[in-house]
């Protein structure tokens, strides 16, 4: 079983920045952030596997950065440039090595105000 915690979400001005973090408890393989905003399906931020590759998708590259700490197990992502667009409830799932089963945290808000 892994358990999540997401945390440093809250209200940032556009073109702004902000540091998420979401530590995971027990066998954590791959680990993602996705956002929902209200009314909308959940979109896939990034992805970064336990050999430490990340992948984007194409709305944050260059402005969002993952950071993994397998020593801590934590996905840290700094977020640069905030825009309209990005506030959202932002998820951390991952996928235990044991079951294969995902498992997701309980997300963070992130607002920006232009």
């Known amino acids: 079983q892994v358990q999540l915690v997401e945390s440093g979400g809250g209200l940032v001005q556009a073109g702004g920045s902000l540091r998420l973090s979401c530590a995971a408890s027990g066998a954590a393989g791959m680990m993602a952030w996705y956002r929902q905003a209200p009314g909308q399906q959940p979109d896939l931020v990034a992805t970064v596997r336990r050999a430490a590759e990340t992948t984007y998708a194409n709305f944050v590259k260059g402005r969002f950065t993952i950071s993994r700490d397998f020593a801590k197990n934590t996905v840290d992502p700094q977020m640069n440039s905030l825009q309209p667009e990005d506030p959202a409830v932002y998820y951390c799932?991952?996928?235990?090595?044991?079951?294969?089963?995902?498992?997701w945290g309980q997300g963070t808000q992130v607002t920006v105000s232009s």
């Open positions: 799932p991952a996928r235990c090595i044991k079951t294969q089963y995902t498992y």
